[in-house]
């Protein structure tokens, strides 16, 4: 440090110190002659004790170390994505140390250092004089002692508790005999265990440079953008001189420039007085002006680029994981000054063509609203993530965020406790989940469900979870108030909203909400999941990560395996650190998974909701698309049997229906779409796909039920019957029928035969129009028929006549031609063949013919005969 003369208590204060420091006199001759000596010289009562071996922390090249994060590309190159550290220190070899930063730190600050054993008793005692008298302030401290302070000061910054780690520092650094005896001792320790060489590389890695610069290698890089081996005998000088005083000396700060300047020139003059540079090195350094060459060294997720977010996932995993640590505060430390190498699970191809989807069609600022779009990708059955990506720019710093809409610190991906979204409503995606516990029930995919409009009261929901109680429901289907009964396949094909509360009344909505939490669904803000019968339709808050999750499980026929993004991590030593481990779960049997699986895989079909996000490259995928209320929110989950992905857009904020916001790609229907298809397309390309596994058919078809004995029932009766063994009723109105007016004439499908429950039976109701049909009077003459048939009261229309067909016999040749002629048709003959009777008696009109006869018909029906002539 500069000289400076002290103030009259600073004389009083340094003869006390000088008389106190006399105590240790045998520490500092005893160091002269020998560390050993040095180390049992003092009485076993002092309260310092005797150092029988040197403390594991005070090993050489245990410093804190910069972390760094990686993604590998496909072929398996490593790319940086970030560092971070509380000390911006790269620890090198002393061979690729410049010699001029040796020279300048022995001439200056130990030029006795390769003679002495720990500790410069010249030094020392010359310090210790000065102080005392009243003439400059010297520090007397050998490189070994410096060594051990900024070790200890150190090791006191890498406790995580605040109140204990102020304690350590003041400890390591306070002025006091007892402070300065337990440094002597541990140097002298040092000295004893490690040769010189490794005592100065330890003492110049670790040295403080200013700010959070730590070590000559990283010194050399930021303030003049070169590496300690290339520093020039000037620049050696001038960062030695910060050593002096760090916050005060460093050249990263203009108005410091000047005072840096002053002491390098100092630590010059020290080199040349000890013989280390010559007059002429000495003259052409001090002429150079100290010129910084500023480069800063990248920390923090913001270095990432579009990869920010998940960088900013990764380490919200480090602060909330007891594996790496017991508190929040020590997982933190650990990882800024650990040195860790974090391989992530990042796919960095999938990464860019992920935020290329979003960045051309989502623009960082909506005018309409604080609306954003995101998009993630999960491996299917390792839960790893692939990519991560949003509609802004990440920064942490509160400032930053502050001076544009753009910037966010929120990753809309994840929950609340790793990125701090609370997710947002999914829409008709949640449908998957009753579908499934349909499926579970034994009902199938073909069973035909009511989609009638109407107002539901919660009474007619069952629910074991939670009371289900309030005013009655009205829900309509997205597209308005439609009925919309149609098969469990088509009504998830167009995510008809109707159909699956009634299949949801049919069930326990506990249940429901049981099947999304084994696919490990949960609320981004970690509330309790609800399950009141408007979450059948997706009013749950829950993250994108969290829907991919569920989606990449039903693809691995019913097997959920939890989000991972770190495959390995090593510390600077090469020891591996264990990272969490994904967890996976049976979360149905792979019956109901694949079951469903083909249902969603329908979806994409013509005509069916995703359609547009079809990449068309014949690999198989499913699919689910969701719109939220008044269209605020926006999904589309899919998955292969490799690759799972979510894309959400939506409001951050407020309350604008997107249906009203253009984005680049046109509106948010499609622009979603488009996302999900240029990702999957790439997904495909890389990971590929196979089909997915056949469905149950008993699953396909479902349950069946015969249709009730309901002809001659009341309409009443009839729908209390149909809807008691689980079918559902159509009124098909009037019917003639000679039964009773209003009750059943006619069912479709018929009573007795069989059809799937919940299908649709539609009853007919007669008019009572119908009376039993006229006699039959054929074979009687004309008149007598007609005589019979209006008695009756029946009308009767014209006769019709028809001739009387001639008889036509077979001749046979007695001696036949064995290739005969074509024979001709013969003419009808007027006469009887012979031997057979005439066909009726000669004279009489005899009816052959009668339209209608017999049956129910309506009275005023007129009564056709047919008669031959």
Known sequence: MFATKPSKSGVVGGLLAFIGMSAVAAVLIAAAVTPAIAVTGVTTNSALGVFDELPDYLKINDLAEKSSMYAKTQDGTEVLLASFYAQNRITVPLEQISPYVVDAAIATEDPRFYQHGGIDLIGTARAIISNA??????????????????????????????????EAYYAATQTSIERKLKEMKLAVSIESKYSKDEILNGYLNIASFGGRVYGIEAASQYYFGVKAKDLTLPQAASLLATVNNPNNLRIDIPENVELNQERRDYVLGRMLAEGKITQK????????????????????????????????????????????????????????????????????????????????????????????????????????????????????????VASGANYTSVNYNTDSKYGSSTGFPVGSTYKIFTMIEWLKQGHGLNEVVSGKVKDWKMSEFKNSCEPTGGPNWRPVNYAGAFDSTTSVMNALKNSYNLNFVTMASKMDLCNIRKDAEAFGVHRADYGTLKSNPATIIGTEEIAPLTMAVATAGIANDGKTCTAIAIDEITDYKGKKISPPKSKCTQSVTPAIARTAAYAMENVHSAGGTAARANPNDGVPWIAKTGTSDNAEQNWIIGSTTKVATVVWLGNVTGHVALSSVDFTGGRQYNTKQDIFRDIMTLANAQFGGDPFGAPDANLVKGKSVTVPAINGLTKEQAKALIESVGLTFEDGGEMDSELPKDTVAKSEPAQGEPTAVGGEVKVYFSNQSLVAGPPNVVGLDETKARSALTSAGWTVGPTVETPIPSAQCDVVDPNPNPNPAPTPTPTPSKTPCPGQPNPQPVGTRLVTAQTPVGGYIKPNTVITITVQK
Do not use: H
């Open 281 to 400: 090195e000495y003259n052409a350094a001090v002429a150079e002006p100290v010129t910084p060459v500023i480069t800063p060294s990248s920390t923090g997720c913001q270095t990432a680029g579009g990869a920010a977010f998940f960088c900013d996932y990764v380490t919200w995993i480090i602060k909330n994981d007891p594996a790496f640590g017991a508190t929040e505060d020590e997982r933190w430390t650990a990882f800024q000054r650990g040195g860790w190498k974090i391989m992530t699970t990042l796919d960095t191809e999938l990464q860019a063509v992920t935020e290329t989807a979003i960045n051309e069609r989502v623009p960082r600022i909506v005018p309409e609203g604080d609306i954003a779009g995101s998009a993630v990708s999960v491996q299917v059955g390792t839960g790893r993530v692939l990519a991560m990506a949003q509609s802004k720019d990440y920064s942490s710093d509160p400032e930053v």
């Open 133 to 166: 008298t009243g003439g400059d302030v010297q520090g007397g401290s050998s490189i070994s002692q410096q060594y051990v302070k900024n070790i200890l000061v150190m090791r006191a910054e890498d406790i995580a508790d605040p109140e204990a780690r102020k």
